[in-house]
Nanobody
Framework: QLQLAESGGGSVQAGGSLRLTCAAS????????MAWFRQGPGRERGGVAF???????SYADSVKGRFTISKDDAKNTLYLQITSLTPEDTAMYYC?????????????????WGQGTQVTVSS
């Protein structure tokens, strides 16, 4: 049974950085699309960074150049490095896996989710 556990969130000032971590158990990170989503106050959840099975990445326009998604297959861990944070980045951040897909990740349905980690950015 795949389980995802996020960590690394916190409260930071604008301009700061954080690294979010998602530990995957019961599943190999190399076998599927993986992604980070976020849901801010009063907003719908949306994908911000995607990683396919061979390591290709894609990002939402709002985070390009500031967010970097990566993984360590040996540790079965997904990361999200976030820099130049703004208050608009305040959200609950979730990692997710589309267990049936390896490629074209932005179009896929993600069927496994973590519990989320909160990021709060103050101005």
């Amino acid at each position: 049974q795949l389980q995802l556990a996020e960590s690394g969130g916190g409260s930071v000032q604008a301009g700061g950085s954080l690294r979010l971590t998602c530990a995957a158990s019961g599943h190999t990170t190399s076998d599927s699309c993986m992604a980070w989503f976020r849901q801010g106050p009063g907003r719908e959840r949306g994908g911000v960074a995607f990683l396919n099975a061979v390591g290709n990445t894609s990002y939402a326009d709002s985070v390009k150049g500031r967010f970097t998604i990566s993984k360590d297959d040996a540790k079965n861990t997904l990361y999200l490095q976030i820099t130049s944070l703004t208050p608009e980045d305040t959200a609950m951040y979730y990692c997710a896996v589309a267990t049936r897909y390896l490629f074209d990740c932005r179009r896929r349905e993600f069927d496994r989710w973590g519990q989320g980690t909160q990021v709060t950015v103050s101005s």
